[in-house]
């Protein structure tokens, strides 16, 4: 297939005719999405897709294949498949493709929309996870950045290329999912950085910046020759600028989640004018009715958290208490409930955000999980913090810097940040506990912004000077540096939190 031109509605590769006659007629009897006989599901079914397993026959007998049958669930669905054909007709065109220039893909054996929209591949066995980018060994890296080369090369464009679309077959990677890539003429040079920007997020995202260089070098090296460096250090910046794009597009599409009905959440209202929202994934539709009645009276056998009578616990959860709001803001429990989840899309501890419900006038209920950890305040004045070991001293000041770097990095600020409102975990990680003073901001964080809010927790920790330095180094370590050397930043830090101290000096 040249770039540009319609695939076909119908094609079998040789042998497989009868085969897909077969497998047509068995799913045009099946009640959708229940798999014909001789097939089980490969993966859980969704509205729009069941993915199968089972046996085809072909030229040499009876072949192992994965099945993919489709099904239009919404109106831009069926548009697009009147105007574009079946998604199992454009994945297949890509697969053959690809398996003209050569590389890993599954082999594709059939595809038609005449009818039920299919694709059939022959089963690929034994496929493992790629391991995480940080433990991704320099010969697989380069696998992995030969392969996308190639892919690019072939004039592969697929808009969502993550970890989940490779695999590992015989130790070498493939490609397994191309549902949503298209073909076309190879990459020109921005729409090549846009691509590395895109597969830097999908596959390197959680990297070493080292390791996103390394794998950059070894892409270059493929497509000019040489040693890839030149051309890797002249494009480097560029693609930063263009993947820390693709990740605040990412992140908030992840966010908007938490925001109407769908596989993960449900919005909800009850006869009595209540509103909210509860996580599908870890709770049920009784918690509604079970804890509507919070809304006037909090159960009975609480644990007061915090004073004041807003935070209780009650077994392994958290109850928030929150007032009314101006006519026209959004409740506050609805807010926080919206922040934790937004807080771990961008892999900042927070805990479980379980339901929030609001009344009319916007007051309402946060209900989240109980985190048994102490709070850093009592860790440090406890004594636990002087207990430990030289090398977990170590990581518990190293990891809240970088914990705050990727908190700031990721374009979140936290007006509250105090030692009280963060948990020690076991393993010494750090949570923010305490969501409400959290903001996600629409462009980077400015570093006199950051200063501000780490003034607020060196001012709330009561450590040595050179404890505060660690944490400021850490932080400050991280690429790409800030625009002012250490001293001169952590000096910054250090006057901005004297003075919140006051006169007494003591940490508020």
């Not at 909210?276 to 049920?284: A, E, I, K, L, Q």
């Not at 393993?427 to 305490?434: C, K, V």
């Not at 450590?463 to 991280?478: F, K, N, P, Q, W």
Request: glycine content about 8%.
């Amino acid at each position: 297939m040249n770039p540009g031109d319609d695939p076909p509605m119908r094609w079998t590769a040789p042998g497989y005719e009868a085969g897909l006659e077969a497998l047509l007629a068995a799913l045009a009897e099946a009640t959708w999405p229940e798999p014909p006989e001789g097939f089980t599901y490969l993966t859980q079914p969704r509205p729009m897709r069941a993915v199968l397993t089972g046996t085809l026959a072909g030229p040499r007998g009876p072949k192992a294949v994965v099945v993919k049958w489709n099904r239009p669930d919404t109106l831009a669905d069926r548009v697009s498949r009147h105007v574009r054909g079946g998604k199992g007709v454009r994945e297949g065109s890509v697969l053959r493709a690809l398996k003209r220039a050569s590389l890993r893909v599954p082999e594709p054996l059939a595809y038609t929309d005449e009818g039920d929209d299919v694709l059939v591949t022959a089963y690929v066995t034994d496929l493992t996870p790629l391991p995480p980018a940080d433990e991704m060994p320099p010969p697989l890296l380069e696998d992995v950045a030969i392969l996308i080369a190639l892919a690019h090369a072939a004039g592969l464009r697929h808009p969502d290329l993550h970890t989940g679309n490779l695999a590992l077959h015989d130790g070498a990677p493939i490609l397994v999912d191309l549902g949503s890539a298209r073909m076309g003429a190879p990459l020109g040079e921005r729409e090549r950085l846009a691509a590395l920007a895109a597969a830097t997020h999908g596959l390197l995202g959680d990297a070493r910046r080292s390791q996103r260089l390394r794998a950059l070098r070894l892409y270059m090296r493929q497509v000019h020759g040489g040693n890839g460096r030149g051309h890797a250090r002249t494009h480097a910046r560029a693609i930063e600028d263009l993947l820390r794009s693709v990740q605040r597009s990412f992140r908030r599409g992840r966010d908007r989640r938490a925001t109407r009905s769908g596989k993960h959440f449900e919005l909800f209202a009850t006869p009595s004018g209540a509103h909210g929202v509860r996580n599908r994934d870890c709770t049920d539709a009784t918690w509604i009715a079970r804890t509507e009645p919070w809304l006037e009276t909090l159960p009975d056998n609480l644990e007061e958290l915090k004073s004041g009578g807003a935070v209780h616990r009650k077994g392994d959860l958290v109850l928030k208490s929150y007032d009314r709001v101006a006519t026209g803001r959004l409740p506050r429990p609805i807010r926080a409930f919206r922040l934790a989840y937004a807080l771990r899309n961008r892999g900042i501890e927070a805990p479980l955000p379980y339901l929030a419900v609001a009344d009319s006038s916007g007051a309402g209920l946060y209900v989240a999980a109980w985190v048994d950890a102490p709070n850093l305040h009592d860790f440090v004045a406890s004594g636990r913090f002087d207990a430990l070991e030289a090398e977990e001293h170590t990581r518990l000041l190293v990891g809240l810097g970088r914990t705050l770097r990727r908190m700031h990095d990721a374009e979140v600020t936290h007006r509250d940040l105090k030692a009280p409102n963060l948990l020690v975990l076991p393993d010494l990680g750090i949570m923010i506990a305490d969501v409400d003073g959290a903001r996600v901001r629409r462009g980077p964080v400015r570093w006199a912004r950051r200063a501000r809010d780490l003034m607020r927790l060196d001012a709330s920790l009561d450590l040595r000077e050179r404890d505060r330095v660690r944490i400021l180094a850490s932080y400050h370590a991280a690429l790409p540096f800030p625009p002012e050397p250490l001293p001169e930043f952590a000096g910054e830090v250090a006057r901005l939190a004297q003075r919140k101290r006051g006169p007494s000096g003591l940490p508020r």
